[in-house]
């Protein structure tokens, strides 16, 4: 068995930003311009990792931006490629700033929209042969940029952790269950949840076992923790009924910015398949449940929860792999309670590699279960978590306790995307003696003094470390050294 190795302290680590080289040498030109003109007094231009040393100061980057643009005419090229935007080019001498000192807001929400449109440009001009042979001859070379995913189990309220939201006042909030977590995620790009039960309006509907539903409150604080993708297809999908399950989704959906996979309004919306962008990676988010405790999905409403049927299965990351770089697949499988995954689950994550997928994160069991690195009948290698296990829970016993966070960084190097590293990170959900207090831990900031404290003692960071090692045997794999970790 693998020996939890120790995961050194991620609060403070910083994704470095590796921008494409090009992208980078003319970011700054205009950056350099912008800021001149009101911190020119106050500060240094801004330094971005691998151009400074080459080039050196902001006229340094308007310089090598200049002779570019004589040699290839490039805001020519730009200008008649973007026509409708040529007002709008801040640093390319198309914009006075004169409306600082005027009106500073407004000043920085026209440099707001500004980037966008520059973004747009300096995209298509990265790829510009010529202007990537220039580059090269001043050895200034396009960096790679990472995009981080992290990923947690089930979120599922039962009645005293719905009670332990109560305020004075008697509102709800729950931020709290998730403030540790939302620190270590804050400065990753896709964090994914499993909501397992609706949320409702109506605190009539706030039960537990067997039929789930929590407050609005709890998706609040979800949002609030930083998470922007939700997987929603699980066996409580319909424990209040349809209506109940298309209210719920349309609370996400009032969210900017917010995915979720699995649950569907339409048919036209279940027949699309879910993708995000982020930094240029489009990743599809396919989402399924084994089955919903019983019920069948309803005559009237065909489309509004995917159902694990493998050929569908196969179907959607073939339409995926179409429109998309990365597929991702959610699967809600498993037997509860059971550390090994089944047969039928390694049958069917088999296929899911083998039909295109990328990545395999489960859920269900309500324990975690092993991070495995399977080869599909193309060779390619893919990484499933058989299940994260609990996120949020009132479940007391240890096994219940000690949970999975999926950590996995995508790499772009140009054109051309690939996930390298992948990892399981072990957490601990925290439950106070009299349950008004809820959180959940990174295993290695768990003190033996916060196990003491939970609500069953035998939760403590020894006997959760001894549980996870048990479990896993692989918590970490580079598909760059091909090194894999216990």
Known sequence: MGVLQSHKRKLKRRRIVRVGACLVLTTLVLVGLLLSSYLSSKKDPPQVLGVTKAIGTDAG??????????????????????????????????????????????????????????????????????????????????????????????????????????????????????????EYMQDKDIKILNQEICLSHDPAKWTSFPDFACPMECGEAVINAGFNVITLATNHALDKGPQATLDSLAFWHRYEGILT?????????????????????????????????????????????????????????????????????????????????TPQQRQQAQQMADAGADLIIGSHPHVIQPLEILESKDGKKVPCYYSLGN???????????????????????????????????????????DSSEYCVYLLEDYTDELGKNHRNTDVTPARCTAIWNQVFTITEFNYETGITKP
């Open 261 to 341: 996979t699995g649950v569907y309004d339409s048919q036209e919306s279940h027949d699309t398949i879910v993708v995000g962008e982020y930094s240029g990676v489009k990743v599809a988010f396919l989402n399924y449940t084994y089955g919903m405790n019983g019920r069948s999905v309803p005559k009237d409403y065909p489309y509004i929860v995917n159902v694990l049927d493998m050929k569908q299965v196969e179907a959607d990351i073939t339409a995926a792999r179409e429109v998309a770089d990365l597929v991702i697949v959610f699967p809600h499988w498993g037997v509860e309670y059971q550390n090994t995954p």
């Open 391 to 433: 996120f949020v829970s009132n479940m007391t016993s240890v096994e219940k306790c000690i949970e999975c966070m999926a950590h996995v960084t995508i790499k772009r190097d140009g054109k051309e995307i690939s996930i390298v590293s992948v990892e399981a990170v072990p957490i601990v959900s925290y439950i106070s003696p």
């Open 61 to 182: 980057y308007l310089g090598v931006w200049n002779e570019f643009a004589e040699q290839k005419e490039a805001q020519k090229k730009i200008e008649s490629t973007h026509p409708s935007i040529q007002s709008d080019i801040v640093g390319f001498g198309k914009q006075p700033i004169t409306s600082l000192e005027e009106d500073p807001g407004e000043f920085w929400a026209h440099q707001r929209r500004s980037g966008m449109n520059r973004e747009k440009i300096l995209s298509q001009l990265a790829y510009d042969p010529a202007f990537t042979a220039f580059c090269k001859a001043r050895h200034i070379f396009r960096q790679p940029e990472y995009v981080e995913l992290v990923a947690v189990g089930d979120n599922l309220y039962h009645q005293k952790v719905i009670a332990s939201g109560r305020q004075e006042d008697g509102s709800y909030n729950y931020d709290s269950i998730y403030s540790r977590m939302k």
